[in-house]
């Protein structure tokens, strides 16, 4: 007979398999193009399943992104040095896209299609939108950055840190360019420093 402890071990089990099947799938389909039967084919688990642990697909899409909430939320930044904590912010950011390529590969989906669940999808990158904005004010306010609209700024920062990575769509066939070092260090300081730049910092 199994006990109470076995079976939360057990519902925890199913519910990683569900999630990383779902993760796997978006990024490779695309949310509209992954079924509930294709993530439970993928998982090895009863159909019903995503419902009973998640609610439904749309619920189970958010689920995976709760982790970016966590870890953003659970960061802090010394705002008395703003481009320290700039640096800080990107190399963290890239440092975690490098590590959860799918999740980002599906954020990225989401956003391109502006997809009517990015509303939904927005509480999950809240924190880290949050601490870039504080941030740029910060540099703002110390001289240290410049630009005109904090909207702009933290959407130039964002595209940087999201869509940075090589995509070899956007490489025509003849170019001559070099391939891009795949590492998440190097792509961090690189980065930083076209940011900087932008912003007009010292």
């Known amino acids: 007979m199994v006990n109470?402890?076995?079976?939360q071990a057990q519902e925890k089990d199913v519910k990683e398999k569900i999630l990383g099947a779902a993760r796997k799938l978006f990024?490779?389909?695309?949310?509209?193009?992954?079924?509930?039967r294709h993530i439970c084919d993928e998982a090895?688990?009863?159909?019903?399943?995503?419902?009973?642990?998640?609610?439904?697909?749309d619920k189970l899409l958010y689920a995976l992104f709760e982790p970016l909430n966590e870890h953003f939320a659970k960061l802090s930044f010394h705002l008395e040095e703003p481009v320290e904590a700039l640096k800080?912010?990107?190399r963290g950011f890239v440092a975690y896209r490098y590590e959860n390529e799918e999740l980002i590969h599906i954020l990225q989906q989401e956003m391109m299609m502006q997809s009517p669940r990015l509303r939904m999808l927005s509480n999950a990158y809240y924190p880290s939108w949050e601490h870039l904005r504080a941030i740029l004010e910060a540099g703002k306010r110390q001289g240290e950055l410049h630009y005109e609209s904090i909207v702009h700024a933290v959407h130039f920062v964002m595209g940087a840190?999201?869509?940075?990575?090589?995509i070899p769509f956007l490489e025509p066939v003849f170019s001559d360019l070099p391939p891009v070092e795949d590492d998440a260090a190097q792509a961090a300081e690189h980065i930083i420093r076209l940011v900087l730049h932008g912003l007009h910092s010292r």
């Open 88 to 90: 800080q912010f990107i």
């Open 27 to 36: 990024a490779g389909k695309g949310f509209e193009g992954t079924s509930v």
């Open 4 to 7: 109470e402890e076995q079976q």
């Open 44 to 57: 090895g688990v009863a159909l019903a399943l995503v419902s009973y642990h998640f609610g439904g697909k």
């Open 161 to 166: 840190v999201i869509f940075s990575r090589q």
